[in-house]
């Protein structure tokens, strides 16, 4: 009877720290840039797979040299988020975790796409200073004349 019980202890504890490693993640984070590349892979579990053009200056050479994050994405609503910065070009904030290990049921990379959030260029209006307004007091009246 302590054989059983000891035994469905330790397989509770793998199945456990399984479901841990392919669920839960290493770390989360956010990079900003410009999808340059979206499709959609896999043999029997489809995910899509992505590149963000992070841009960049090396402050080495002194040249502009371009930067890419790879990612994966399976939530079909960040999907047609990721779709839309592809087709408009504009510039995005992803938001990601990053998965322990890559296993191939879950796309090509370790780095999974939680949310997009689109970067709006400033208006011109507001980098311009508002005018102050000037305060027009009513004549006063001369009783002399």
């Given at each position: 009877m302590?054989?059983?019980?000891?035994?469905?202890?330790?397989l509770?504890?793998?199945l456990?720290i399984?479901?841990y490693?392919?669920?839960?993640?290493?770390?989360?984070?956010?990079?900003a840039?410009?999808?340059?590349?979206l499709?959609?892979?896999?043999?029997v579990?489809?995910?899509y797979?992505?590149?963000?053009n992070?841009?960049?200056?090396?402050?080495?050479?002194g040249t502009?040299t371009?930067?890419?994050?790879?990612?994966?994405c399976k939530i079909?609503?960040?999907?047609v988020?990721?779709q839309?910065a592809?087709?408009?070009?504009e510039?995005?904030?992803?938001h990601y975790s990053?998965?322990?290990?890559?296993?191939?049921?879950?796309?090509?990379?370790?780095?999974?796409?939680?949310?997009?959030?689109?970067?709006?260029p400033p208006?011109?209006?507001?980098?311009?200073p508002?005018?102050?307004?000037?305060?027009?007091?009513p004549?006063k009246?001369d009783?002399?004349?």
């Open positions: 302590k054989f059983k019980i000891t035994l469905f202890v330790i509770l504890s793998l456990g399984g479901y490693l392919t669920a839960g993640y290493y770390s989360k984070g956010e990079r840039g410009t999808i340059s590349k499709s959609e892979r896999g043999y579990f489809k995910t797979e992505g590149v963000l992070e841009g960049g200056y090396s402050g080495e050479t502009l371009p930067r890419y994050f790879d990612f994966s079909d609503t960040t999907i988020k990721l839309m592809l087709k408009t070009g510039r995005v904030t992803l990053e998965k322990f290990f890559q296993f191939p049921w879950n796309g090509d990379t370790k780095y999974f796409i939680n949310n997009v959030e689109f970067i709006t208006k011109d209006d507001l980098l311009k508002e005018p102050t307004p000037v305060k027009i007091e004549a009246s009783s002399t004349l």
